[in-house]
């Protein structure tokens, strides 16, 4: 039996997170800089506590305008400070309803930015063990983003995507460029099967490559997010993979 967790990027204001929350089994919380709020912070760790799903930070930009998938050019110092600084601000919202975060994932620009440049993979994960060294760390597999939480003493979670198409060297395409998304549900279905099961996908190029998968992430922000969910934990269960919480997975 293989076994993957399932995460969602959450508390954006998508406004489905409590029906897509009972089907996953880790969430990403926006931490109100690149979208979210305290008040949505709040309501999505509850929802979290109810269904016994693990509750994580989703640091980004600050950059609400672009929802935090514009690059920017901080300084490793300033990404350290605004991660540390989300991390509290989530973390005083979950202490305040006897929750613990489980673990951290970097938003967006800030995420794919960090897979490449190891001085801000390091801010992220040096922040996220500054805050709690049990904290999980979720990076893009096969990315700089590993390295740096090995560093930092933090366990790593290596990230798979459900609906993001993959460059040759592993890397996410840009979002930017034709196909970057699949739309296709029943290719983005058997794609993430492969993904778990036999540790390949095939990039946008047609490379077949090498892949590890920890947890796959599905977007709550997406048209049919919540379909998508009930879909995917479907097909786990037709080919013998088991979605559990991030920390029995690594």
Same mark, same amino acid.
């Not at 991390?87 to 967006?108: D, P």
């Given at each position: 039996m293989f076994r993957i967790d399932l995460n969602?990027?959450?508390?954006?204001?998508?406004?489905?997170?409590?029906? $897509?929350?009972?089907?996953?089994?880790?969430?990403?919380?926006?931490?109100? @800089?690149? &979208?979210? =709020?305290?008040?949505? %912070?709040?309501?999505?760790?509850?929802?979290?506590?109810k269904y016994g799903v693990s509750a994580g930070a989703h640091p980004g930009y600050p950059d609400r305008e672009n929802f935090g998938r514009t690059p920017m050019k901080l300084s490793a110092e300033e990404v350290y400070n605004i991660t540390l600084y989300q991390l509290g601000a989530l973390g005083a919202q979950a202490k305040a309803q006897g929750v613990r975060l489980s673990h951290i994932k970097a938003h967006g620009a800030l995420y794919n930015q960090a897979a490449k440049d190891i001085s801000l993979a390091?801010? $992220?994960?040096?922040?996220?063990?500054?805050?709690?060294?049990?904290?999980? @760390?979720? &990076?893009? =597999?096969?990315?700089? %983003?590993?390295?740096?939480?090995a560093q930092a003493g933090l366990k790593c979670v290596s990230e798979?995507?459900?609906?993001?198409?993959?460059?040759?060297?592993?890397?996410?395409r840009n979002?930017?460029?034709?196909?970057?998304?699949?739309?296709?549900?029943?290719?983005?279905?058997?794609?993430?099967?492969?993904?778990?099961?036999?540790?390949?996908?095939?990039?946008?190029?047609g490379e077949d490559i090498s892949i590890n998968a920890g947890t796959v992430c599905v977007h709550g922000d997406g048209k049919k997010a919540v379909e998508f969910v009930k879909t995917l934990r479907e097909a786990f269960a037709e080919n013998g993979i088991a979605a559990a919480a991030p920390g029995a997975v690594v």
């Amino acid at each position: 039996m293989f076994r993957i967790d399932l995460n969602c990027d959450l508390g954006e204001g998508a406004g489905a997170d409590e029906l $897509i929350i009972p089907h996953i089994t880790s969430a990403n919380i926006a931490c109100a @800089f690149h &979208a979210g =709020s305290p008040g949505e %912070m709040a309501r999505t760790i509850a929802l979290c506590k109810k269904y016994g799903v693990s509750a994580g930070a989703h640091p980004g930009y600050p950059d609400r305008e672009n929802f935090g998938r514009t690059p920017m050019k901080l300084s490793a110092e300033e990404v350290y400070n605004i991660t540390l600084y989300q991390l509290g601000a989530l973390g005083a919202q979950a202490k305040a309803q006897g929750v613990r975060l489980s673990h951290i994932k970097a938003h967006g620009a800030l995420y794919n930015q960090a897979a490449k440049d190891i001085s801000l993979a390091r801010a $992220i994960a040096n922040a996220a063990a500054d805050y709690d060294g049990e904290l999980l @760390f979720f &990076a893009l =597999s096969g990315s700089l %983003m590993e390295t740096a939480a090995a560093q930092a003493g933090l366990k790593c979670v290596s990230e798979v995507f459900a609906d993001r198409a993959y460059e040759a060297d592993g890397s996410l395409r840009n979002r930017s460029l034709t196909g970057a998304v699949i739309e296709d549900e029943a290719l983005a279905v058997g794609r993430v099967v492969r993904m778990v099961a036999e540790s390949r996908v095939k990039a946008f190029g047609g490379e077949d490559i090498s892949i590890n998968a920890g947890t796959v992430c599905v977007h709550g922000d997406g048209k049919k997010a919540v379909e998508f969910v009930k879909t995917l934990r479907e097909a786990f269960a037709e080919n013998g993979i088991a979605a559990a919480a991030p920390g029995a997975v690594v």
